[in-house]
């Protein structure tokens, strides 16, 4: 158990569009979801937290209002890229957490979402 | 919020033990340690966490001294497979309010 899916898998999108990406839990109910993206050849950047039902909890130097995130379920994140730029091309990975042990100790990691803007 | 240390990258030959040692030495009372193995264009998996001393499952071994400052990851029999980027992890859990850094991973490479 503990399935983490996205979707898509990759997307293109011409600069000065928006991108929604899905985080879904498979297989259990997801208190926490955390959203990263991943440059070539670098560690994992923590975007943000989400905790469903509430407002996502954003790092520093992550425009909110750039980077939505919305944690509608608790199976179900959504992470939207608004007017995309060349800049924000980048691996997009989600992560949940359970409400008990073990779930709630380990992050299950999607597949990532590869993004490119032209 | 404690940093981790590790090597950036490794060599091993197929077949041999391999041991990834991560430093910590801020970790706090609550803290689990975790690892996490990537592989290129993939989210990371889970491979072993642990509080204290050792923990041993099915792909790897993890010891941790007594005063938890570092942590070392082993893997035993390596094989070409096991290529990856390896992640450290302190805290990552609900007790440390979901605090947690992801460092700069080590980048194990397996040699035939």
């Known amino acids: 158990g503990a399935v983490v899916s996205q979707h898509p898998s990759w997307v293109i999108c011409k600069s000065g569009t928006s991108v929604k990406i899905e985080c879904r839990s498979l297989d259990f109910q997801a208190t926490t979801m955390f959203w990263y993206r991943q440059f070539p050849k670098q560690s994992l950047m923590l975007m943000a937290t989400?905790?469903?039902?509430?407002?996502?909890?954003?790092e520093q130097g992550v425009e909110k209002d750039k980077f939505l995130i919305n944690h509608a379920s608790l199976t179900l994140s959504t992470l939207t890229v608004t007017s995309a730029h060349p800049e924000d091309s980048s691996f997009y990975i989600c992560?949940?957490?359970?409400?008990?042990?073990?779930?709630?100790?380990?992050?299950?990691f999607g597949p990532g979402t590869r993004l490119t803007v032209t | 919020l404690a940093k981790t240390t590790q090597p950036i990258s490794m060599d091993s030959y197929e077949g041999q033990e391999v041991n990834i040692t991560c430093s910590h030495n801020?970790?706090?009372?609550?803290?689990?340690i975790t690892w996490y193995q990537q592989f290129p264009s993939q989210g990371p998996r889970f491979i072993i966490q642990g509080y204290k001393t050792k923990v041993t499952n099915e792909v790897a071994s993890l010891f941790i001294p007594a005063d938890r400052k570092s942590s070392t990851l082993s893997l035993p029999r390596v094989s070409l497979s096991d290529t990856a980027v390896y992640y450290c992890l302190v805290g990552d859990s609900p007790n440390t309010g979901n605090q947690f850094y992801f460092g700069t991973g080590t980048s194990l490479t397996v040699i035939p």
């Open positions: 992560s949940a957490r359970g409400y008990e042990p073990p779930k709630a100790y380990e992050q299950y």
């Open positions: 989400s905790n469903e039902g509430s407002k996502a909890t954003y």
């Open positions: 801020n970790i706090a009372t609550n803290d689990y």
